[in-house]
């Protein structure tokens, strides 16, 4: 349970909000690199935390990312002609490079120094793992990219994807922080090949997790301890990775899983998916798998990435299917966690009035890191998470141990051997 | 004519609100039982009074409502298990009963007694002539169910509809207490066969009514008396029952209609019709008449309840037909009252800057009567009529009388003979 | 750039804002005469400065322009009944006179004057050009119909068209005064036949304008002269009428344009153009033209008037086109105009953060015109522009002139002959 002022802090994001300012302290997932796909090609309108941009890739590669609006008289650079060195606005005919820089005034004198004190409103790139991320903070304070293992992987090793998601960003970050709905919301009555969904067999169903909860370099580490039926116990450790990261334990053998939950606004949130192999690509299975839309990645329509299953049509529930199959009536992991989240009272879940239970817990020391650290950044602290790239160089991990094994241990063991590029 | 503040008082029905709370304090139409027909089904949105909640019908047939936000996390209960017992969220598992009781909390663990403190918030409900009542008001003062004629009969002497209103309550409350409109906003230029509408023809459409006011134990008898062709007078006997029911003369002999407007929030409503015979069963020509259209019920969509005719599509109307066929150029009793109710200068009709006229007496009693009502309540008198169960046992009436006949005597003979349910 | 002050002042019209008093001081364009072609037909709903309004023409031919909501209680006009003398509201059958008052309340005792004390609300309107202009000031200062060349001209000789444009008027208003665009958003690789638009071809399209403002008494010149490849200069003479209308040089012979931004509400309104000739009717090349959508006409949905260029489909940008075909992959002028209008930031530009150019100069004496009549209205001081009806007797010019010529003696040859009207 919060209080209605720190629900607020918690869940507004807009420019110059203290939860802004904080996620603008990282490098967040802006849009896939597919949308922007061919050098010279269409601009496309990104939408994040409230600011309105235009993302394109320049003739040489390069991804631009400006304010959408033009400088002179705020004409959308969407229309814009994607030239050799930036972006041009189809109003006047100025031309901006990807820093920001305007290049061009044609309509103004040829002797005037008018342009060179014209910036659009520009913001750094990087294209890793088919995303292009981008830092919305001050200039002087950008980091390092963290130090993803994703990010190192070449092609063919990871599949990225996006979903729009009609609730504030924070609601899709418990949901992966929440352990203890998987074996309720997930939950089938019979076995994958029946039900098109990972089973969960390896876990014990009946059993609630115990949680630890641990800071860690990236944010913190959310550690669910269930006894396992041979002896011993099963374990599910989910880094939270400030400043809406997860790596969510998947029970596909050493299929790892990024996700991100990046605020639109305060009442939609682009969710993007990355999962990733370094041992070996993909092969047809797993293509199979993480396109099928049953994952944690989602069939989507391509031009909206509204999920095919969707508010409209009601997640295509299936009433019959929730008294026989599973849980919910509905197929597929995250399509069962985008109903409960995307309505938690509406858009934005109203945290004054809940009744929170023991296995909340990783979700309330999440929420009690994002407001402390908005908090302390309002008073002049920089969050160090933003700056600490190596501590982002790790995976999730879920399995049995003995009865003397402690997570970290076998956590330790599942991750990254090395920070060196995978050829 | 109303203040700013009292137009605002008498339309604003959410939590907390005067008016709000006056309709709270009665038994109200929260949705058609065939909506929760079959036990142990889909559960269903239900929005009243700005509050969201959901029904459902247990496999024991009862029918719960409750607050859709689970206590938990405000996951919406509408995803949830309809369980033997009660519904069952499916974030986590936690179960309840129709009251509210949370009945299972399974993520705690097993020695908790947190389950025992846990409400969700629980309306009673009544289910009486295909309509699944509720009382939304302060447990300790649930009225016994009104003693409406209509809830002693059998199957097949009633018939219930439901349809989409998008205004304000209180314009659907004052149509139907308005008689003055009959002669002109339901006026055919020729007769029924032709029209297909119920005809006026035994009313003198040409004459405008002397309005009488009394109150009842229930609420208002609005009386409209005309001179009648063949001497005597002609008269119509409204009731309006508080909070927001009518009862409307019919013109088709021994067809009883009630009406209920029932806030689903400020800006739009359920309009519940009820026809019911008790001397006989709906004959075919009552079914093909009421499932027509063109009476106080309307053909609507299936799903959303909105009516065929609605504002997307001008309600139908035909400009040639209001020349030659009808006032309004518009088929059908209900669908006339639509676009004039659902357009007063808005879906909230300003009425500071109405004026008023002879024939709105009714209105204006109705008005006094519910503002001064919510007024007291505020400061602690209870309205009588919600408390009057007996007083609900009527019927309206309309026809002629003799010179020496007043409106009572004759409404008299045409009231329920009996408060015993028909067998 | 403009204080926020100043911005909200530019762009609110709406009932009793300073800007809205001061456009209601003019003959403005309310709906097209094609919309109420039939004496007797069917009500229209016309939105002008945020009133809801209903148009009708009556059985006599004239057009009456009153407030939608019925003075009784607030039932929309719209579903009245045009009849011989007025319009008729079909709730209780009040009748109105095109000048407001009320004709008949037949619901009323006969006795009652009640009648002649209740008024609805309306505005005289007057037919020119193939438009409904209607004055929404106060009755005793209006004034006389400006003495538009095209309104002295019979059928055959202009063409009028509206389409819906979703932005503040004044985004548009500005566009039309934005010569230095001109070479830019319209600018085509080629010529006209090759892209089905009207070349530049006759305007050096690499020079930029420079520019003079003068006041007339309508309001301003906006004059833009730029070096010709022949010698001398190419001027471009725009005049901005009082109070958001422009006369804009057509590149197609003797073929003028009239534009009007008419205010619906504060984020959308209607673009009115009228292109006239008075020497000779248009032939089948000029209507050709005229109704091919790629001018300042746009092709529109006859209901609603949405271009069908629209931000829905992106007015069907094509970027390959944009590389290759024209400045911005858009076919037609006014359809390349509408996309940068619409998306100023938004529906409402924000003039506090734009970086004006020297090109804007015009489009800055506009601003200024129209915030200081304003201002003065406010004041107490009437827009002169209002009352000086000879004023609007003008067209535009746009050609080229010897170096010892200057812009006002080349304007002057291109003016109406005479205010007669032609026969």
Not at 17 to 22: A, I, K
């Amino acid at each position: 349970m919060l209080s209605a002022a720190d629900n607020e802090l918690l869940t507004r994001t807009g420019p110059g909000t203290p939860m802004g300012d904080l996620i603008r302290r990282f490098w967040i997932p802006a849009l896939l690199a597919s949308e922007v796909a061919e050098p010279g090609g269409a601009p496309v309108r990104v939408s994040l935390l409230g600011e309105k941009l235009v993302a394109f890739r320049s003739p040489d590669g390069s991804v631009g990312l400006l304010e959408a609006r033009c400088p002179h008289r705020h004409a959308s650079l969407f229309w814009g002609r994607n030239e050799e060195g930036g972006i041009r606005c189809v109003y006047h005919g100025w031309k901006f490079a990807s820093d920001g820089q305007c290049l061009e005034m044609p309509a103004e004198p040829e002797d005037s120094s008018y342009r060179e004190r014209v910036r659009a409103v520009a913001y750094p790139t990087h294209e890793a793992a088919g995303i292009i991320w981008a830092y919305l903070g001050p200039a002087e304070l950008k980091p390092e990219f963290p130090d993803f293992e994703f990010a190192r992987l070449p092609e063919g090793h990871f599949h990225a994807s996006k979903r729009l998601q009609r609730c504030n960003y924070f609601q899709n970050v418990e949901g992966e922080l929440d352990s203890a709905h998987v074996q309720f919301l997930h939950r089938t009555f019979g076995g994958y090949e029946a039900h098109g969904r990972v089973s969960l067999k390896s876990m014990d169903e009946t059993e609630n997790p115990v949680y630890t909860i641990e800071e860690s370099g990236a944010g913190l580490m959310c550690v669910a301890e269930r006894p396992y039926p041979q002896g011993g116990a099963y374990w599910r450790v989910t880094p939270f990775l400030m400043p809406t990261f997860t790596m969510v334990p998947s029970m596909v053998e050493a299929h790892n899983t990024f996700t991100a939950a990046i605020p639109i606004d305060d009442v939609s949130s682009w969710g993007f998916t990355i999962t990733w192999r370094p041992e070996r690509p993909f092969d047809e299975a797993d293509w199979e798998r993480d396109l099928g839309g049953l994952t944690l990645h989602v069939k989507v329509d391509p031009e909206t990435f509204i999920p095919e299953r969707n508010r409209e049509n009601n997640f295509l529930i299936d009433r019959e299917a929730q008294h026989t199959t599973n849980f919910t009536g509905i197929m597929g992991t995250r399509n069962q966690d985008l109903p409960v989240q995307e309505d938690q009272d509406g858009a934005i879940c109203d945290r004054t009035t809940e009744h929170l239970g023991t296995t909340d817990r990783a979700i309330v020391a999440a929420r009690r890191l994002m407001l402390r650290s908005a908090k302390s950044l309002q008073k002049g602290t920089e969050p160090p998470q933003a700056q600490n790239s190596a501590a982002y160089n790790m995976r999730s991990f879920s399995g049995p141990g003995t009865a003397d094994q402690g997570w970290r241990e076998l956590w330790e063991t599942a991750q990254p051997k090395s920070t060196q590029p995978v050829s």
